[in-house]
C-alpha cells in the first residue's frame, strides 16, 4: 500500500515546490490517494495538475494501481496545519474553542503556538438608549488563543 511518508516526500522534492505545503493526504483502501497542498500565495488547478503528474511520474503503477487526486483544500475548509494560519494573517478567521464558545475576527499574528485576534466587540448600552442611538460603538478586543484550545479554525467566507 502507498504510504503518506512517502507522498510526502515526493511532495517536498517537487521542483519549485519550496513554498508548498502540505495540508492533508488520505488514502483509502482502495488505494485512492487525496493529497491537498497550498501554498502562500494559493494554488491554481495548473499547478495542482503538475504536482499530479510529478508525483504520479515517482510512483510505480507496476507495483501498485492507485488513484490519485492532487488540490487545494479549499475555501471554506478548517485549518489543520501551521502554515493555514500563517497564510491567513490578515484575514478574519472564525475558530470554535473546545470549550464550545466561538469567536470571529482578523487573525493578527501566529506565535508561539498561540494565535492572535482581533475581534469587534459592541458596546454595551443601558436599557431604552438602544433604539435612540443608532450609531453603536464598536470596541476591538485583541485576544490571544493557544491552539491547543482551538477545536476548529477557518476562514471567513463573506459573499458581497
Known amino acids: 500500500m502507498i504510504g503518506k511518508e512517502n507522498i510526502l516526500k515526493i511532495v517536498r522534492e517537487y521542483p519549485g515546490g519550496e513554498d508548498f505545503f502540505v495540508v492533508d493526504i ?7 490517494v487525496s493529497v491537498f497542498v497550498d501554498r502562500m500565495g494559493g494554488v491554481s488547478i ?7 503528474r510529478f508525483i ?7 507495483k501498485e494501481d492507485f488513484e490519485l487526486i492532487v488540490s487545494s483544500p479549499g475555501l471554506d475548509a478548517p485549518f489543520t496545519v501551521y ?6 494573517i490578515g484575514k478574519k478567521i472564525k475558530i470554535q474553542l473546545k470549550n464550545g464558545e466561538t469567536h470571529l475576527g482578523k487573525l493578527t499574528a501566529m506565535e508561539n503556538d498561540a494565535i492572535t485576534l482581533e475581534e469587534q466587540v459592541k ?3 443601558k436599557q431604552g438608549q438602544a433604539k435612540k ?4 460603538e ?3 478586543k485583541t485576544a490571544v488563543y493557544p491552539l491547543t484550545e482551538i477545536k476548529t479554525a477557518k476562514p471567513d467566507i463573506e459573499i458581497k
Do not use: F, G, M, T
Request: a positive charge; aromatic letters at 2%; charged letters at 45%.
Open 26 to 32: 488520505r488514502i483509502s483502501p482502495s488505494n485512492r
Open 46 to 52: 495548473d499547478e495542482c495538475a503538475k504536482v499530479s
Open 56 to 62: 504520479e511520474n515517482h510512483l510505480d503503477r507496476e
Open 83 to 88: 502554515e493555514q494560519y500563517l497564510k491567513n
Open 123 to 125: 458596546k454595551r448600552e
Open 133 to 136: 442611538n443608532k450609531n453603536k
Open 138 to 140: 464598536i470596541n476591538i
